[in-house]
C-alpha cells in the first residue's frame, strides 16, 4: 500500500481537527510549591520564573524533554562559513504576539538588548555578543567577542518580547529584582507563546488560556485550553489536592508521599534524573562573616575548615532519609548530563568525623564557631529537612548552625544583595556545558561574571582557564580545559556538594507529558489518553 | 464539727493537710473519679514537662547529638542501621517523639500559664478599677472589653501576632517569639477576667467593710487589693483554670498554623503541624502522640475547671 503526501496530509489534518475538538475545554489544574518570582522574562534566571514564562513567551531555540534543542521562534541557526564570530538565526514567519503586534527581527534585536541591561539577571547568558542587528525582516545576526561555538546554547530560556508593546507600557527597561522595583511587565505578559495569560496575583493563583493565533497549534498537541497554576506551600495539602482531584497535575509531589500517589490508582508518577544539583555555599572572600562569633577572621576562608565540613556531612544519609531514595548524591555541582562531567570527582566518599575534628583543631576553631545557615522553605525538593540534617552533622564537628529558613522569594533577594554568610542553592546547567556553571558560580564576581558566585571565592588561574571556554574551537582542547578547571574548584572546595535531584512529577493517569529534566513542563506538550 | 470537740492536748486549729482533708472541696473532689484521674494526668504531664531535661531519653533539639540514619523509626522498634529503640519512634531528622513532646510540652504549658497569669493581672486590675470607680473609667473599660468580645480570641491573637511580626526586627523574632505569643494570647484573653471582677466589685463595694474602710480613710488601691480582692477570687480561680485549657489550645492552634514559636523550640503544635507531612505516607506516629498529649492535657485541665465551678458554685451544693 502506498500513501500519497495528499492523503497524509488529510488524515494529519483530522487527527488535528479532532484532537482539538475532543479537547476543547480541558482545564487544567497545576501546583508546584513556589510561584515564578516575576512575569519580566529577563529579571530573574529562576527555574519557575523561566517555566511560567514557557507557556506565554517563547525563546529562539528551546531545549524538549530529550534535551534537544529544538526550533521556537527560529527555525535555523548556524554560524557563517566566512565569519566564525557571527551567528545568523532564521526567523519564523507570520507568528503573532498576543495583543496583535507582527513578530519581526526587531522584536528579537530588543530582546536581545533588554537582555543585556545592567538589570538583567540574563546577562551573563549572553554577554559574549557585541553586535546584534537584523538583516532582515525574519533574519537576525550576532556578532561575538571572539568565535562561541556554544552560544545557542545559552538562548533556551532567553524569551523574546515585543518592542511595540514594552514602549507603550513603559517597560523596555528590566525590573530591578533585588532592589525591588517593579515595571508594567512584572504584572503583564504578551509573548507569542501557546497561552496567553489571564490574570495572575502573586503567590495565590495565575490563570492562562490558550492563545488560537498560536504559530504552533498545529505542530503540538495544545490539548489544553485553561491552565490554572497556583503554587502550594506544604507538601502534604499538595498530596492531598492531587488524591482529591483538586489538581490534575501536581510538579513536586514530596518524597515522602511518591508511593501513596503511584498506588492510588488514576494517579501516575513520572521521574527522570533532573539537571539540578543541590549544595552549599560559604562566603570565604570577607575578612569576617557576619553572623559567626568568631571576630576578625573568616572561619570558610581556611581551606581545612572547608575540608572539614566536608567531611562531616554524610550525603548518603540525606539520600537515604531525607529524599527517601530519591536523589543521587554528589561530589560535584553539575549534574551527569553537562559536559564536564566526570564519575570520579562526582563520587561520594564517607564520612570521616575523627579526621574532620582534627582539621578544625589545626585550623584553631578546636572549640568549634557558630554561624548562621540561611535555607529556602519552598524552592527546592526537601529543601529544609536537608538544611537541618546538615546542621546536626556540622554540629558534630563543631560548628554550631543557626538554621534559617524562609520563603525562596525573601531568599534569592537576600542572596542576590551578597548579604548570605552561608546558604543553599540549587543549579541546573541548561546549556549542558560546564563553563555555565564556572561562569556563573565560579569565576571571580564581576559585573561580566560570576553573577552567582556569592562566595567571595576568587582564583586567577581558574578565571585564566574558564575565560578560554567561549572562543576555544578545539573541542578536545576546550575538554581539557574544563577538566583542568574542576580540579582546581574540587580541590579548593569552594562549594559543599550534597545531591543531584531526582525528578518526580505526579499527573491525572489520563495525563501524557514527559518529564523534563530542567523542570520545565512545556503545556503545549500534554495530552489526553 | 467534730476537731474542734477535742480534749487540750490537742491543738485547738486543725492542721491545714486536716483541713483540706475536710474541706467541702475535697469531699467533692473524692467522689467524682473523672475529677480524680484528670487531675492525676494533668500534674503528670505538668510534672514531666518540668522535670523534662531529667526525664528525657535523648536531648532533640541539640542538632549535634542527632543521628539522621534513626529517622523514621518507628515506635518500640528496633532501627535497622543504629540499633537504637525508640518507645514513640522517631521523626524525620532521628529526633526521638516522646523526648520532643517532653520538651514541647514544656514550652506550650510555659506560654499557657504565662498567657493564664498575664491576662488574669491585666483583667482582675481592669475588673477592679472598672468596678470600683464606675462611671466614665467603668464605660470606657467595659466598651472596649465588649469590642474586643465580638471578636474570636483566635482572630484577635493573629492580628496582635501580626503588628509584633513588624515591629520587632527579623534578627530577634525568633527569641521573641515566645513573650509575643504570650503576650498575643493574654491580651485576647482578658475581657473575661475584667468582666467577673467588675461585678463581683460592684456588689461588694457597697457591703458594710468596705464603707468601715473608706471611712478610716483607707486609699482606694489599699482597699481594691486588700479588702475587695480577696472576696472575689473564687470565680477568678474557675476562669483561670478552664482559660488555661484554652490559652494551651490556641498556642497549640498558632503554632500549628506556624505563626507560633519557631521550628527550633517546637511546642506541641508545632510538632503536630511537622508531624502531618507524614501522616500520607504512614509514619503517623510523628504527629499522632503530640497529638494524644495535647488531647489529655487539654481535655484533663477542662475537666478540672469543670469540677472546680461546680464544686464553687454555692446554688449547686
Known amino acids: 500500500m502506498t500513501i500519497t503526501p495528499r492523503a497524509l496530509t488529510t488524515g494529519l489534518a483530522t487527527a488535528v481537527f479532532a484532537l482539538s475538538a475532543a479537547a476543547s475545554a480541558e482545564t487544567l489544574r497545576w501546583a508546584n510549591v513556589g510561584d515564578s518570582l516575576t512575569l519580566d522574562p529577563h529579571a530573574q534566571n529562576h527555574g519557575q520564573t523561566h517555566t511560567i514564562a514557557h507557556q506565554i513567551y517563547n525563546t529562539l531555540i528551546y531545549s524538549n524533554a530529550a534535551g534537544a534543542q529544538t526550533a521556537g521562534l527560529a527555525t535555523d541557526w548556524y554560524i557563517l562559513d566566512d565569519e566564525p564570530d557571527v551567528w545568523e538565526f532564521t526567523l519564523r514567519e507570520g507568528v503573532t504576539f498576543h495583543e496583535g503586534q507582527a513578530f519581526t527581527a526587531d522584536d528579537v534585536v530588543f530582546s536581545f538588548e533588554r537582555a543585556l541591561h545592567a538589570n538583567s539577571d540574563m546577562r551573563p547568558l549572553i554577554n559574549t555578543i557585541t553586535e546584534i542587528w537584523a538583516e532582515d525582516d525574519y533574519t537576525v545576526r550576532m556578532r561575538t567577542d571572539g568565535p562561541n561555538p556554544l552560544l545557542a546554547n545559552n538562548l533556551t530560556n532567553l524569551f523574546i518580547m515585543s518592542r511595540e508593546w514594552a514602549e507603550a507600557n513603559d517597560a523596555t527597561v528590566v525590573q530591578d529584582f533585588s532592589a525591588g522595583e517593579e515595571n508594567y511587565a512584572v504584572r503583564n505578559a504578551n509573548g507569542t507563546g501557546p497561552f496567553r495569560l489571564v490574570s495572575r496575583e502573586a503567590d495565590v493563583r495565575t490563570e492562562m488560556e490558550r492563545f488560537d493565533g498560536f504559530w504552533g497549534m498545529d505542530q503540538y498537541p495544545m490539548e489544553v485550553s485553561r491552565i490554572v497554576f497556583t503554587p502550594i506551600q506544604s507538601g502534604s495539602t499538595r498530596a492531598a489536592a492531587l488524591l482529591s482531584g483538586e489538581i490534575d497535575f501536581l510538579q513536586d509531589p514530596p518524597v515522602q508521599d511518591v508511593n501513596r500517589l503511584e498506588n492510588s490508582g488514576d494517579i501516575v508518577v513520572r521521574n527522570a534524573p533532573q539537571n539540578r544539583s543541590i549544595f552549599f555555599g560559604m562566603d570565604q572572600g570577607r575578612d569576617e562573616l557576619r553572623t559567626s562569633d568568631v571576630e576578625g577572621e573568616n572561619p570558610f576562608a581556611d581551606r581545612r575548615v572547608r575540608e572539614a565540613m566536608n567531611l562531616a556531612v554524610d550525603r548518603n544519609a540525606i539520600q537515604r532519609i531525607v529524599m527517601r531514595g530519591q536523589s543521587a548524591p554528589a561530589g560535584m555541582i553539575a549534574p551527569s548530563f553537562v559536559n564536564g562531567y566526570e564519575e570520579e570527582l562526582d563520587r561520594v566518599t564517607g564520612t570521616n568525623t575523627a579526621r574532620a575534628r582534627e582539621l578544625m583543631a589545626e585550623a584553631g576553631y578546636a572549640d568549634g564557631f557558630s554561624v548562621t545557615m540561611t535555607c529556602t522553605n519552598d524552592r527546592y525538593i526537601e529543601d529544609e529537612g536537608i538544611c537541618q540534617a546538615v546542621t546536626g552533622m556540622l554540629g558534630q564537628i563543631g560548628v554550631n548552625v543557626r538554621l534559617n529558613a524562609r520563603p525562596n522569594s525573601i531568599h534569592f533577594a537576600e542572596l542576590q544583595n551578597g548579604e548570605l554568610d552561608f546558604y543553599l542553592l540549587g543549579w541546573g546547567v541548561p546549556t549542558l556545558d560546564s563553563h555555565y556553571v564556572f561562569d556563573f558560580l565560579l569565576e571571580t564576581k564581576t559585573d561580566d561574571s560570576g553573577a552567582w558566585n556569592f562566595t567571595g571565592w576568587s582564583n586567577e588561574e581558574f578565571d585564566a582557564l574558564s575565560r578560554q571556554l567561549p572562543t576555544e574551537t578545539d573541542l578536545e582542547r576546550r575538554n581539557a580545559l574544563i577538566a583542568e578547571a574542576w580540579r582546581i574548584v574540587q580541590d579548593e572546595i569552594v562549594y559543599l556538594p550534597i545531591h543531584h535531584q531526582v525528578l518526580n512529577w505526579a499527573m491525572r493517569s489520563n495525563i501524557e507529558m514527559d518529564v523534563h529534566p530542567e523542570d520545565q513542563p512545556m503545556i503545549k506538550y500534554l495530552s489526553f489518553n | ?317
Do not use: C
Not at chain 2, 3 to 21: A, H, K, M, N, Y
Not at chain 2, 121 to 130: E, F, N, S, W
Not at chain 2, 160 to 188: C, H, T
Open chain 2, 1 to 317: 464539727m467534730t476537731t474542734e470537740q477535742t480534749t487540750g492536748d490537742q491543738p485547738l486549729r486543725p492542721s491545714l493537710w486536716r483541713r483540706i482533708v475536710d474541706s467541702d472541696l475535697f469531699y467533692s473532689f473524692i467522689r467524682s473519679p473523672v475529677v480524680v484521674v484528670s487531675a492525676v494526668l494533668t500534674l503528670i504531664i505538668v510534672l514531666a514537662a518540668a522535670f523534662a531535661p531529667w526525664i528525657a531519653p535523648h536531648t532533640p533539639f541539640n542538632p549535634a547529638s542527632l543521628n539522621l540514619m534513626n529517622g523514621f523509626t518507628p515506635p518500640f522498634s528496633v532501627n535497622e542501621f543504629t540499633g537504637d529503640v525508640f518507645i514513640f519512634g522517631t521523626d524525620s531528622q532521628g529526633r526521638d517523639v516522646f523526648s520532643a513532646i517532653l520538651y514541647g510540652a514544656r514550652v506550650s504549658l510555659l506560654v499557657g500559664f504565662s498567657a493564664v497569669a498575664f491576662a488574669m493581672i491585666l483583667g482582675v486590675g481592669l475588673g477592679l478599677l472598672a468596678g470600683y470607680k464606675g462611671g466614665w473609667v467603668d464605660s470606657l473599660i467595659m466598651r472596649v472589653a465588649d469590642v474586643q468580645l465580638s471578636f474570636p480570641a483566635i482572630l484577635v491573637a493573629l492580628m496582635i501576632f501580626g503588628v509584633m511580626r513588624g515591629v520587632i526586627p527579623p534578627q530577634q523574632q525568633d527569641q521573641l517569639a515566645i513573650y509575643v505569643l504570650i503576650l498575643a494570647i493574654g491580651l485576647s484573653d482578658w475581657v473575661q477576667y475584667a468582666r467577673t471582677v467588675r461585678s463581683s466589685t460592684m456588689s461588694e463595694k457597697n457591703k458594710e467593710y468596705v464603707q468601715a474602710a473608706r471611712l478610716f480613710s483607707i486609699p482606694a488601691p489599699a482597699i481594691l487589693f486588700k479588702h475587695i480582692l480577696p472576696n472575689v477570687t473564687g470565680p477568678i480561680l474557675v476562669i483561670a483554670t478552664i482559660g488555661l485549657a484554652l490559652a494551651i489550645i490556641l498556642e497549640s492552634t498558632l503554632s500549628f498554623l506556624g505563626v507560633g514559636v519557631p521550628a527550633t523550640q517546637p511546642s506541641l503544635g508545632t510538632l503536630i503541624r511537622i508531624g502531618q507531612d507524614y501522616l500520607f505516607s504512614g509514619e503517623w506516629w510523628i504527629t499522632i502522640f503530640p497529638g494524644m498529649t495535647l488531647l489529655i492535657l487539654a481535655l484533663s485541665v477542662n475537666l478540672v475547671g469543670d469540677w472546680l465551678r461546680d464544686a464553687l458554685n454555692p446554688k449547686l451544693r
